[in-house]
């Protein structure tokens, strides 16, 4: 987990205020070129597939500053997995397990079977680059929380809770430290002490680095569940 030390804070401000904003609007648009047909072809095969729509019905995510923001994903599981997961009765200790795994599920019975291969690969992600494009993430940055995971992971790691403030300070992004770093292998309390991380250090050279070593994890799809 490679990054340059630490850059100064007003530094980092002029960064995220003008290049990142720049940087995140022109590689979205080329990222659309080459992800367009793809994004196409994934779209057909989820209607094709599985009852539902194109896009994944997911609780909204917490944002810069606190601030909930709708997040764009191809649907990878069932029509309505989310309400599922945490209304329906039978599915009660499937959802303990999921909160105790850090918000993540090793064997996921709503995964449709397209949705095992767009979630290997990060391909469910592309959606995001729309996130990008109105302002809501950047293309590099921390997790997305879900309102409950947050509150949640809070009060089982208190410890974390400066950490968090901290995260919250930029925009989430499609990739980001952690997720070059393990993905799903690693549990809250150290994803959010690498986000932050992040933060500290965040520069146009260490985004550049990540951005780099993203399609090799979309490759193999390390980390993923």
């Given amino acids: 987990m490679y990054m340059h030390q630490q850059s100064s804070p007003l530094r980092g401000q002029i960064y995220q205020r003008f290049t990142k904003r720049l940087m995140d609007v022109v590689l979205s648009l080329v990222l659309i070129i080459i992800f ?30 606190g601030r909930r923001f709708k997040m764009y994903k191809f649907r990878s599981m069932v029509q309505n997995a989310h309400i599922m997961l945490r209304t329906d009765p039978q599915l009660k200790e ?60 809070q009060n089982e790691y208190p410890h974390a809770k400066k950490l968090v403030n901290k995260v919250l300070s930029v925009k989430p992004g499609i990739t980001g430290l952690w997720q070059v770093s393990g993905r799903s292998e690693i549990h809250f309390d150290e994803r959010i002490i690498i986000d932050a991380r992040y ?23 390390k980390g993923a569940i």
């Fill in 199 to 221: 933060v500290e250090r965040i520069s146009l050279i260490n985004d550049f680095i990540i951005i780099a070593r993203t399609p090799l994890i979309m490759l193999t799809g």
């Fill in 94 to 153: 499937l959802y303990e397990e999921y909160k105790k795994g850090s918000y993540k599920l090793q064997n996921d019975p709503r995964i449709t079977t397209i949705g095992k291969f767009i979630r290997k690969h990060s391909l469910d992600e592309l959606p995001q680059i729309l996130n990008v494009l109105h302002g809501d993430m950047s293309l590099v940055g921390p997790r997305a929380y879900y309102p409950d995971e947050l509150e949640n992971q």
């Fill in 36 to 65: 367009g047909i793809p994004a196409i072809i994934i779209a057909i095969l989820i209607k094709l597939s599985s009852e539902g729509p194109i896009f994944a019905d997911v609780p909204e995510r917490i944002g810069q500053h």
